[in-house]
């Protein structure tokens, strides 16, 4: 465990509660600079619904598509219901998946900061394919070095945030990442709407922009310094404390310093990370590691933040409406992420999540009565019910912003002790990445399939999941990351697991 030479967990509190220092512009820059990696996350998300609802796009690369949406009006539900074009967005991800568990090694070895900087290098490659693509085998490569750079970003971006900040307002810092991710979105939105009016180039202007946000987390990786953590499990104590008492701007570290080498000793002691997190005391954290990715793709919010503009066309939008609707819901999820930054050192993570949870699974309970009722195969919804639908999937994304958004990484990346703590994070990201893959590629057929039922059958995994979240994820606010152990052998449910059958720790 880490903190590994304390016996008790009132012993490690005291030692928590002597931690000192100050937020600093030192870690806050830091924190900024890495969270621009978010943003590559981000664009991409947005960025490939709206190229796939554009003409120009669907022309060259998928005809097939673009009769179907023109000619097929016998289904509204199924104009883009195509495996080729569900492949373009969800390449990316089974890429994203095999290189995130390739990442983790990486990021244990030579640190954070290694893994950020290769990421920002793989996303511009793929930018650059993207954008020069001629036909479908490049357009697939080039999303296959994006799904690389997303990987590797994803699973280092988190840990260095977490690692970074101070006990007291990691919640907040940590989500900066999915800050940066939901500015790249509604980034990508606004692009979009911009380079359709571009004939008949447009959509390559809008994927090789992507470079931007890569070149950004590619440079400022390289001057980014690696953590206090990473530091020392490398072997480089001395370094690593001059470093910590830099971002907490006072040399009294003597407390966080000695648990991190606590923790760097145990660490040292596991040479196979991913089959030692399979061990029974570190149940808890497999279980979040596989859960929380898994439930934050399943409340549906990728399926309306890939396919928005698709979505929308198919609900009777027109090209610019959908567009302007996708770029709105954009908007409002990156806004409603500062109510989480706000109150998540506050209110803690169970209170945001069991109540974004209920609002989300209202909104799309909503949603598909309006469908059901007022839309039809064949039929268009009249304007007053479309700018309801749209006010309610908005809604929903302010839930999805200010809970399950942001802490589906804060949560996973902040509870695994340093031993196991890349192998925890891969395992976190490729989750998320498969269940992504998933989703993307069978959204446009469950669409198809499901009608408006598509929103009743997220409505029941994210009813499942807020029960989830009740019984089972102890809050973590306040105790520190190299503390975590503690929190689970106090917990109602886990300690059966955790603790040894003679109930000592």
Not at 122 to 131: E, K, M, T, V, Y
Not at 477 to 489: A, C, L
């Amino acid at each position: 465990m880490a903190g590994g030479s304390f016996t008790t967990g009132t012993v490690s509190k005291e030692r928590a509660e002597q931690y000192k220092g100050r937020v600093t512009a030192y870690v806050i820059i830091s924190c900024i600079v890495a969270a621009t990696g978010g943003a590559l996350f981000g664009y991409d998300i947005g960025i490939s619904g709206g190229v796939t609802s554009m003409d120009d796009f669907l022309i060259e690369f998928f005809p097939s598509v673009y009769r179907q949406k023109k000619h097929a009006h016998e289904n509204n539900y199924c104009k883009y219901d195509n495996q080729g074009l569900a492949a373009f967005t969800s390449s990316l991800y089974i890429a994203g998946l095999v290189a995130s568990l390739m990442a983790s090694p990486v990021t244990r070895k030579y640190g954070r900061r290694v893994s950020i900087i290769g990421g920002g290098i793989s996303f511009l490659i793929g930018s650059a394919l993207n954008a020069s693509a001629v036909n479908l085998i490049m357009l697939i490569l080039g999303r296959v070095m994006l799904g690389v750079g997303i990987g590797f970003g994803n699973q280092a971006i988190p840990l260095y945030l977490s690692e970074m900040a101070p006990t007291h307002l990691r919640g907040g810092l940590n989500m900066m990442f999915q800050v940066a991710t939901t500015f790249g979105i509604f980034t990508a939105n606004m692009i979009n709407f911009g380079t359709q009016k571009i004939k008949p180039w447009g959509w390559r202007l809008s994927l090789g922009l992507a470079a931007v946000p890569a070149l950004l987390m590619t440079v400022g990786g390289i001057f980014l310094p690696d953590t206090p953590n990473s530091l020392i499990e490398r072997g480089l104590a001395e370094k690593g404390r001059k470093l910590l008492e830099k971002i907490r701007g006072t040399k009294e570290v003597d407390a966080e310093f000695q648990d991190m080498v606590d923790a760097s000793e145990l660490a040292k002691s596991i040479k196979h990370p991913f089959r030692n997190i399979l061990e029974r005391r570190y149940r808890p954290e497999l279980v979040m590691a596989i859960f929380m990715p898994t439930f934050q793709i399943l409340t549906g919010i990728n399926s309306i933040l890939f396919y928005a503009p698709v979505l929308f066309q198919s609900m009777g939008f027109g090209g610019d409406a959908s567009l302007i609707s996708s770029a709105l819901t954009g908007g409002v999820l990156a806004s409603s992420t500062f109510i989480s930054i706000a109150t998540v050192d506050r209110l803690g993570r169970r209170v945001l999540l069991v109540s974004g949870g209920l609002q989300m699974i209202t909104c799309q309970i909503i949603v598909a009565i309006i469908l059901g009722v007022k839309f039809g195969a064949d039929q268009e919804l009249s304007k007053g019910f479309s700018i309801l639908v749209v006010v309610v999937i908005c809604l929903f994304v302010v839930a999805f912003g200010w809970s399950w958004g942001p802490l589906g990484w804060t949560v996973p990346s902040e509870i695994f002790p340093l031993e196991i703590r890349s192998a925890g994070q891969g395992i976190t990201v490729a989750v998320n990445l498969l269940f992504t893959f998933i989703i993307a590629q069978a959204f446009l057929a469950l669409l198809c399939s499901f009608k408006f039922g598509i929103f009743l059958f997220f409505a029941g995994w994210i009813t499942i999941m807020t029960i989830f979240v009740y019984l089972f994820l102890p809050e973590t606010k306040g105790i520190p990351i190299e503390e975590m152990s503690f929190m689970w052998r106090r917990h109602w449910f886990w300690k059966r697991i955790c603790l040894p059958t003679d109930g000592s720790i």
